[in-house]
């Protein structure tokens, strides 16, 4: 038989679900983990609760599967969007996550997106100036930790810090790059203006790869924690609310999808 299975990396659970081939749902797995909030609005987690999670669920889901017989085709991966995780230059963590809820940029947002910078970065990443975004955090970072990014800092996030533990690469998938409101639209690259405001270059940011790209081969640790084999494909995936759209019908046929796209890049669609 073969199968697959989702993980839905969520603000407060982790989730894992087990499908066959004709998308039956065989089984399903949550581990939940904490957010640490305080009245300034801060809202962080623990970068390695979260990977714990994920290693459990897929460890759980895998085992419902007699590898001797069954093949699991690829794991594949929704996330919660716009959260920020600084990694020392060994890709260490650095901080905690500033999850999507961390409000402590607000007043640099509410500056940025009334000044003729804020309004030339929507038209360049489509991305509404906000204090949920990884461009806004990264500003804080820099008035109020000064020194808290250097040149050795790579900024991330934790769907990529996932996959850099599991297959030791830093890459983040277009989805989720589109809405950190650092990524040029039109080339999909790091936007200039963007990376300028926040002190740091292309280098230190993570590849943009589209949502279909795959990675194969497990490092020893992570295959340990697992316990699947080590050549299951993993699939980048894309952002929670995306693939909520998605999994609802909302992009109808491809050309729908196409165009749903399109006009939802343009400035003044979000």
Same mark, same amino acid.
């Given at each position: 038989?073969?199968?697959?299975?989702?993980?839905?990396?969520?603000?407060?659970?982790?989730?894992?679900?087990?499908?066959?081939?004709?998308?039956?749902?065989?089984?399903?797995?949550?581990?939940?983990?904490?957010?640490?909030?305080?009245?300034?609005?801060?809202?962080?987690?623990?970068?390695?609760?979260?990977?714990?999670?994920?290693?459990?669920?897929?460890?759980?889901?895998?085992?419902?599967?007699?590898?001797?017989?069954?093949?699991?085709?690829a794991v594949?991966?929704?996330?919660?969007?716009?959260?920020?995780?600084?990694?020392?230059?060994?890709?260490?963590? =650095?901080?905690?996550?500033?999850?999507? +809820?961390? /409000?402590?940029?607000?007043?640099? $947002?509410?500056?940025?997106?009334? &000044?003729? @910078?804020?309004?030339?970065?929507?038209?360049?990443?489509?991305?509404?100036?906000?204090?949920?975004?990884?461009?806004?955090?990264?500003?804080?970072?820099?008035?109020?930790?000064?020194?808290?990014?250097?040149?050795?800092?790579?900024?991330?996030?934790?769907?990529?810090?996932?996959?850099?533990?599991?297959?030791?690469?830093?890459?983040?998938?277009?989805?989720?790059?589109?809405?950190?409101?650092?990524?040029?639209?039109?080339?999909?690259?790091?936007?200039?203006?963007?990376?300028?405001?926040?002190?740091?270059?292309?280098?230190?940011?993570?590849?943009?790869?589209?949502?279909?790209?795959?990675?194969?081969?497990l490092i020893?640790?992570? =295959?340990?924690?697992?316990?699947?084999? +080590?050549? /299951?494909?993993?699939?980048?995936? $894309?952002?929670?609310?995306?693939? &909520?759209? @998605?999994?609802?019908?909302?992009?109808?046929?491809?050309?729908?999808?196409?165009?749903?796209?399109?006009?939802?890049?343009?400035?003044?669609?979000?």
């Amino acid at each position: 038989m073969e199968y697959f299975i989702g993980v839905d990396i969520g603000t407060t659970s982790t989730k894992a679900v087990l499908y066959d081939r004709q998308a039956t749902v065989i089984d399903s797995f949550n581990k939940g983990y904490s957010l640490y909030r305080n009245p300034d609005g801060m809202a962080e987690q623990e970068p390695e609760d979260i990977v714990h999670a994920v290693e459990q669920v897929i460890h759980d889901a895998g085992s419902q599967l007699d590898f001797t017989k069954d093949q699991l085709l690829a794991v594949s991966f929704s996330c919660a969007n716009q959260n920020l995780l600084l990694l020392d230059r060994d890709f260490q963590p =650095q901080s905690r996550i500033m999850t999507w +809820a961390d /409000t402590r940029a607000r007043d640099i $947002a509410e500056q940025l997106k009334k &000044s003729p @910078l804020g309004k030339q970065l929507y038209f360049e990443t489509g991305t509404p100036i906000h204090p949920m975004s990884p461009l806004t955090k990264l500003m804080w970072i820099k008035q109020n930790m000064p020194g808290k990014v250097t040149k050795d800092t790579y900024i991330s996030g934790i769907k990529a810090y996932i996959f850099y533990r599991f297959f030791h690469v830093h890459k983040v998938d277009v989805s989720i790059a589109s809405c950190t409101g650092m990524m040029d639209l039109k080339s999909r690259h790091w936007d200039p203006l963007a990376l300028n405001l926040t002190g740091v270059t292309k280098e230190q940011m993570p590849k943009i790869v589209d949502g279909t790209t795959q990675e194969c081969g497990l490092i020893p640790e992570a =295959q340990e924690a697992m316990k699947i084999p +080590a050549t /299951t494909p993993f699939i980048y995936g $894309a952002f929670d609310g995306a693939l &909520s759209n @998605l999994g609802v019908g909302g992009a109808g046929s491809r050309y729908n999808c196409h165009y749903h796209w399109d006009f939802c890049s343009r400035p003044g669609n979000h």
